[in-house]
């Protein structure tokens, strides 16, 4: 028998739903290089890559087979949204069958072949995580009914936007299927006046990460029941499986002929001193120092937007820090610490 010790270091399937508009788009776009399948053709805004918008369920379950074939050097697959791919699903079970719709099959027998169907797309995600790459599924939130078996009485609770019946149990598998359950949304506090009218106050956008009775979530990295929703808070949990290439990578320049080298170093200087690239005796990872060399990044900016987001001292040394945090949040998640660098110093780079 092989057995295994310790931790294993793999890419998570992560789930991230809430209300519309609250931003689960642009989050699962700070995944480490992302490739979108838009089912819903809703990011349109963002600067991403993504395959052609699938127009059946045949045509999505063959994107993931041919991205498992070739990743094309991404690290994550992002499918935004799952609740419209499940459209796709029901349209595909409805023309094979000829039913004009789900309910023509009566006795909930239309939901048990979606529920099927969409098992076997989450099978096939799955094979993603063997390739290296990480799965992300958007999904918007519902407010539902729930009733305790063995009490009486009924509350409402936000769900996972999947099946609109009982009988449906896409939401469950993708539950049971999901590394990381996200609920997205506006934190809001009702405050009651003097002359007893209540206001809503708020507004700010969090995450909630662990089981509520009013809302479904789960994660297995310990980490705390309620975050910002910023991605900087999770990027430590989210590995980065192929090999880091920096955000901004240098220009190429163009060789010159031999004969005109000495009258170009005369005439051309310099108009700014780059950053001393961090050296490997300093304990800085080599990934970390390319991308800080590259983006004329000091360990000093570093240390300054830890600090800021409440990570570790702004005097604790880099190389001090902890390893999964360099290669989890700095190294994976570097653009987004880039842009807190930038906003700590308040000119461009």
Not at 103 to 130: A, M, N, Q
Request: with cysteine.
């Amino acid at each position: 028998m092989k057995i295994i010790s310790g931790k294993i270091i793999k890419p998570q399937k992560v789930i991230i739903y809430g209300p519309e508009g609250i931003g689960k788009s642009t989050f699962a776009s700070q995944f480490p290089r992302p490739l979108f399948i838009d089912t819903e053709g809703s990011t349109s805004h963002l600067e991403v890559d993504r395959l052609e918008r699938p127009t059946s369920w045949q045509m999505l379950r063959q994107d993931i087979k041919d991205i498992k074939a070739d990743p094309m050097g991404y690290q994550s697959l992002v499918i935004d949204t799952a609740d419209w791919a499940e459209r796709l699903c029901e349209d595909s079970i409805c023309q094979q069958h000829g039913k004009q719709g789900i309910e023509d099959f009566g006795y909930g027998k239309g939901y048990t072949y979606v529920k099927e169907e969409f098992g076997r797309l989450l099978d096939s995600l799955s094979d993603l995580i063997d390739v290296g790459l990480n799965v992300v599924l958007t999904a918007h939130s519902i407010i539902r009914k729930f009733e305790l078996p063995e009490e009486t009485g009924a509350y409402d609770r936000y769900e996972l936007k999947l099946g609109n019946k009982a009988g449906n149990q896409c939401a469950a598998l993708a539950k049971e299927w999901a590394d990381m359950v996200l609920f997205a949304n506006y934190k809001e506090i009702v405050v009651t006046s003097k002359d007893g009218k209540k206001k809503v106050s708020g507004g700010q956008r969090v995450m909630y990460t662990l089981h509520n009775p009013c809302w479904d979530a789960k994660n297995r990295h310990g980490l705390p029941e309620e975050l910002p929703f910023d991605y900087l808070q999770i990027a430590h949990c989210i590995p980065a499986m192929g090999k880091v290439v920096p955000p901004h990578p240098a220009p190429v320049e163009t060789p010159k002929p031999a004969g005109l080298e000495t009258a170009v170093r005369k005439e051309v200087q310099p108009e700014e001193k780059p950053a001393p690239v961090p050296a490997q005796d300093d304990g800085i990872p080599k990934e970390l120092a390319d991308l800080m060399a590259a983006n004329n990044v000091t360990a000093q900016d570093i240390q300054q937007a830890v600090a800021h987001k409440g990570y570790f001292p702004a005097d604790m040394p880099l190389k001090d820090y902890p390893q999964d945090f360099v290669m989890g949040c700095l190294v994976a998640a570097f653009p987004q610490m880039l842009e807190v660098i930038k906003e700590l110093k308040a000119v461009p780079f």
